[in-house]
């Protein structure tokens, strides 16, 4: 049983470029989280998925930023005409929805490393 | 305030001592409570789950305190291999909230 797989590990990208990022979350999960971590601070919370919904946004930045998750295939970050800012890990996890979640947490993808020169 | 708060350390602790964190959360209808660990540059992993009574895995052991909204984290015996960032989380409504996580250093 796959974990949460996040890709591509590392990405470099030029300013002004765009930047996708990839999870496909644990078998049975249909609830995915996207954070942001910048270097030496915690965790940030994005967005909140459901297959075909945005359940929470509110951590998401007002421009630039999409985040999706299909009826198939896996959830994308998206990140339009990045700048140097943007550079950080950003953190998938999943869960089978938030009964399971209250009781035995996330499980986090091992993370997008975005760099941008 | 924070919805949940942690101090961020770092605790600098030798090699064999024992070092306890808390962590107090503001919504007083929260019934989940986790302590994940997180090494650098690597995701977060669950240590383990707090439950109302307390709960012991091995050399640590968290604890609940319901009327001052806080938990804790005590780490017996403290291993070089400890020294990571420790992140409080506690569930909100329909997802967990994160605490910013204290950073624990074991020196030899």
């Known amino acids: 049983n796959a974990g949460v797989m996040q890709n591509p590990r590392h990405l470099v990208r030029r300013r002004g470029q765009e930047a996708r990022l990839r999870c496909s979350p644990m078998?049975?999960?249909?609830?995915v989280y996207w954070y942001r971590q910048l270097p030496e601070e915690g965790l940030k919370f994005m967005v909140y998925?459901?297959?075909?919904?945005?359940?929470?946004e509110s951590g998401m930045p007002k421009e630039r930023f999409s985040a999706e998750f299909p009826k198939e295939g896996p959830s994308i970050l998206r990140i339009q005409q990045v700048v140097r800012g943007d550079s950080a890990a950003y953190f998938c996890?999943?869960?089978?929805?938030?009964?399971?979640?209250?009781?035995?947490?996330?499980?986090f993808g091992s993370g997008t490393r975005l760099t941008v020169v | 305030r924070k919805e949940v708060e942690q101090d961020p350390g770092p605790f600098n602790v030798p090699e064999g001592a024992t070092v306890a964190f808390n962590c107090t959360y503001s919504?007083?209808?929260?019934?989940?409570f986790f302590w994940y660990r997180q090494d650098c540059r690597k995701e977060p992993k669950l240590l383990m789950s707090?439950?109302?009574?307390?709960n012991e895995d091995g050399r640590f052991t968290a604890q609940l305190n319901r009327a001052s909204q806080y938990i804790s984290l005590l780490i017996r015996d403290s291993k070089l291999s400890d020294s990571a960032t420790y992140l409080c989380?506690?569930?909100?409504?329909?997802?967990?909230?994160w605490g910013a996580g204290t950073k624990l250093i074991i020196k030899p």
């Open positions: 996890a999943s869960s089978p929805g938030p009964g399971t979640t209250f009781i035995h947490g996330y499980t």
């Open positions: 078998k049975g999960h249909s609830h």
């Open positions: 707090v439950y109302s009574s307390g």
């Open positions: 989380v506690v569930n909100g409504n329909y997802q967990l909230i």
């Open positions: 919504n007083s209808a929260s019934q989940s």
């Open positions: 998925l459901q297959k075909e919904n945005i359940i929470d």
